[in-house]
């Protein structure tokens, strides 16, 4: 597997990791079982996969407790551990946004415990709250850092102008935003800045709920308590176009007798933006699945026809 560097640390990884909303993040889906989340780590490590992609909000926690599980008799030196933090539960249960230094420090040291790890390879600044300084927020990980405590600063969810902000001393070196083939304003908006800063990307909703993966037709209907029933992705002429450039794509696939969703992250593994992809994985076999990307090899012009296309 090829090594990917992430951005000004001396973090190495591979360009396929592993999204675990769906190991532990009972918050996040339904009829979640803890055996199944261990068993998909696990078989991600045994499949040659090294980055576990975690946050706090995945099950509050429940998502890193379940990695710190799974990966007892594993190497932890050959893994690379991402987690993302912020929210803050209060008496009542509320959950409120908070990137002050001292809050961030108590999440990395937290996050440690449920890991069981001493280090964090990358650690997230998970949401902007709107009121700290994001370059007070990344210098107080840069101590972190600096402690050994973790190894790459990160930011997700952030405008252009936030990411700016929280790298204001050139301190980020890697931003995880939504990204994926039909939702691209990645592209105009930050994909110079970040190549310019060396500053790796990291997408997440690769596969775009599913709609990337070519199960779906243009007759597929999702019920009202579908989260996808008012996503306008998956509504009207905006659905039937994406589901036109899917099958525009089907004969590569079959070319490489491979399915949609391989083809799609061979083509995130081959963009020269993108430094890792994290799908993520409710069933064992979907992360075996996913790995099967990492042997195909697609041509110029197969990547410029999808590009094209969706």
């Known amino acids: 597997m090829q090594e990917v560097k992430i951005g000004k640390s001396d973090v190495v990884t591979g360009p396929l990791g592993l999204g675990t909303n769906a190991v532990g993040g009972h918050n996040l889906f339904p009829n979640l079982k803890n055996s199944t989340g261990i068993e998909i780590v696990k078989t991600a490590l045994d499949s040659g996969i090294t980055l576990l992609d975690t946050a706090f909000a995945y099950g509050m926690g429940e998502s890193e407790k379940?990695?710190?599980e799974?990966?007892?008799g594993?190497?932890?030196s050959k893994i690379q551990i991402a987690t993302k933090g912020c929210q803050k539960v209060e008496a009542d249960g509320s959950v409120v946004i908070d990137d002050s230094p001292a809050y961030l420090r108590d999440c990395v040291?937290?996050?440690?415990k449920r890991l069981?790890?001493?280090?964090?390879d990358i650690f997230y600044i998970h949401f902007p709250d709107g009121k700290t300084p994001l370059n007070e927020s990344v210098a107080a990980l840069n101590e972190l850092k600096k402690e050994g405590k973790i190894r790459a600063i990160g930011v997700s969810n952030m405008s252009m102008e936030q990411l700016k902000q929280a790298n204001l001393d050139n301190?980020?070196?890697?931003d995880e935003e939504k990204y994926n083939l039909i939702d691209r304003d990645a592209e105009q908006e930050s994909f110079a800045y970040l190549k310019e800063h060396n500053i790796s990307f990291v997408p997440f909703f690769p596969l775009a709920s599913g709609l990337l993966t070519g199960k779906y037709t243009k007759a597929t209907t999702f019920p009202a308590d579908d989260i996808r029933h008012d996503d306008p992705d998956f509504q009207g002429a905006t659905f039937e176009k994406i589901i036109d450039g899917i099958d525009e794509i089907r004969p590569i696939a079959e070319k490489y007798d491979a399915t949609v969703a391989q083809i799609v992250i061979a083509w995130y593994i081959k963009n020269p933006n993108i430094s890792v992809v994290i799908p993520g994985a409710k069933k064992p076999e979907q992360v075996k699945s996913n790995v099967k990307a990492l042997n195909i090899n697609l041509t110029d012009a197969e990547y410029q026809l999808i590009d094209e296309k969706l």
């Open 171 to 174: 301190l980020v070196d890697v």
């Open 74 to 76: 594993y190497d932890r």
């Open 109 to 112: 040291e937290d996050s440690l």
């Open 116 to 120: 069981q790890t001493d280090y964090l």
């Open 70 to 72: 799974a990966i007892k």
């Open 66 to 68: 379940l990695i710190g």
